[in-house]
């Protein structure tokens, strides 16, 4: 099964193959020139240099190409109650006496450093489709987990600041 995606996702994937098809692919292309111009090549830096970000840029376009064409789409929408994709959820640790606050997305754009928790991670499954006041049992390794409780759910819907995770 490919990545789970949402149609924002799916349209921001497709404007980074465009824009790294016709800006970055012909910047490349033109230092790799430029590079080789400068005579021989086997002790050229920027050539080697010129070339590597080329190959780096084509990479690029390919997985993001396989990605889409492997991609499940998926909703980002959810009812009023429950946590959904793109929602906002404050979760109360059980074990740690602590509450933190995660926005759910799809793995893409997952960023547990900026609070974005993939939904097919642990807490991520765990937490989705359930409701304010649930405690819900994360599993992190066949039978081991944790108890969360969800204090809070906010319906934000806007995804547009989210950046698409580098390989």
Same mark, same amino acid.
């Given at each position: ?72 789409? #998926?909703? $980002?929408?959810?009812? /009023?109650?429950?946590? +959904? ?5 404050? @979760?109360?640790?059980?074990? !740690? ?34 409701? #304010?006041? $649930?405690?819900?049992? /994360?599993?992190?390794? +066949? ?5 969360? @409780?969800?204090?809070?759910? !906010? ?13």
């Amino acid at each position: 099964m490919g990545e789970q995606l949402t149609e924002s996702d799916v349209k921001k994937i497709k404007e980074e193959i465009e824009y790294r098809k016709i800006v970055v692919r012909k910047k490349e292309l033109e230092a790799v020139k430029e590079a080789r111009a400068q005579g021989d090549l086997s002790e050229n830096f920027e050539y080697k240099a010129a070339k590597q970000d080329k190959n780096r840029n084509e990479s690029r376009i390919r997985y993001l190409e396989r990605m889409l064409k492997n991609a499940k789409i #998926v909703s $980002d929408t959810s009812k /009023v109650d429950e946590v +959904g994709i793109n929602n906002t959820v404050e @979760v109360y640790f059980e074990d !740690d006496d602590e509450t933190e606050t995660y926005r759910l997305v799809t793995s893409i754009r997952g960023n547990s450093l900026q609070g974005l928790i993939s939904i097919e991670s642990p807490l991520g499954k765990a937490i989705q489709g359930h409701k #304010v006041g $649930d405690r819900v049992l /994360v599993r992190t390794n +066949g039978n081991d987990g944790y108890y969360v @409780v969800i204090k809070n759910i !906010d319906n934000t819907t806007d995804d547009s600041h989210d950046t698409l995770r580098k390989y």
